[in-house]
Nanobody
Framework: QVQMVEAGGGLVQPGGHPGLSCAASGSIVSIPFMGWYRQAPGNQRELVASISSAGTTNYADSVKGRFTISRDDAADKVYLQMNSLKPEDTSVYYC?????????????????WGQGTQVAVSS
């Protein structure tokens, strides 16, 4: 009953500043955690950035100072603003949310994932 839909990404130039968005919809009570992960070919999926319902953020060392995660609780959306992009940022980016849903017994928490969007940094 919960869906995650990503938007954004594509081919961008080095130094670019694209943004990604992800919207959650369904029988949502609360979203205590939202985050962005990425997975490049041959690599394991890694956490890029996360944000709690209190606004506490965490970033991977590789993106700290360049990427910014934010959330719009009224719209159940999470965003990732990417600045000063490097070729090594090329990856498939996935949004993730830990959601308390009325569709679950006792409104228990479950993790939900977006479909993934490609970000290719190339001139």
């Amino acid at each position: 009953q919960v869906q995650m839909v990503e938007a954004g990404g594509g081919l961008v130039q080095p130094g670019g500043h694209p943004g990604l968005s992800c919207a959650a919809s369904g029988s949502i009570v609360s979203i205590p955690f939202m985050g962005w992960y990425r997975q490049a070919p041959g690599n394991q999926r890694e956490l890029v950035a996360s944000i709690s319902s209190a606004g506490t953020t965490n970033y991977a060392d590789s993106v700290k100072g360049r990427f910014t995660i934010s959330r719009d609780d009224a719209a159940d959306k999470v965003y990732l603003q990417m600045n000063s992009l490097k070729p090594e940022d090329t990856s498939v980016y996935y949004c993730n949310a830990r959601i308390r849903s009325t569709a679950e017994y006792f409104y228990r928490l479950n993790d939900y994932w977006g479909q993934g969007t490609q970000v290719a940094v190339s001139s």
